[in-house]
Nanobody, 120 residues
Framework: VQLQASGGGLVQAGGSLRLSCAASGSFYGIKDMRWYRQAPGKQRELVATITSDEETNYAYSVKGRFTISGDNAKNTVYLQMNSLKPEDTAVYYC???????????????WGQGTQVTVSS
């Protein structure tokens, strides 16, 4: 599957943004869709995941503020981000987790992310 993230921008602390991840191509083998982020000088971290059954999981740092959702008709996954903090500043990426065989999983290719900057 090919993924294109968009929706980033500059926002003041306390504000909101909604990121979109448009997917195209084959969806075969996808276990879940997920958002990651990478701040300058830090490792990429998992932010949120959503399965085809709409089961969601969140990093502790964003729980209660971010919401991941999907629109199957549009082949798009969203990340609604509320009550943004300066520490949420990062490049945000979407990706797909593939599964096959006996508990084998792997992430798809990384696409271009979208920059989110939260000013204090």
């Amino acid at each position: 599957v090919q993924l294109q993230a968009s929706g980033g921008g500059l926002v003041q602390a306390g504000g909101s943004l909604r990121l979109s991840c448009a997917a195209s191509g084959s969806f075969y083998g996808i276990k879940d869709m997920r958002w990651y982020r990478q701040a300058p000088g830090k490792q990429r971290e998992l932010v949120a995941t959503i399965t085809s059954d709409e089961e969601t999981n969140y990093a502790y740092s964003v729980k209660g503020r971010f919401t991941i959702s999907g629109d199957n008709a549009k082949n798009t996954v969203y990340l609604q981000m509320n009550s943004l903090k300066p520490e949420d500043t990062a490049v945000y990426y979407c990706n797909a987790l593939y599964g096959w065989g006996l508990n084998k999983v792997a992430l798809g290719s990384w696409g271009q992310g979208t920059q989110v900057t939260v000013s204090s």
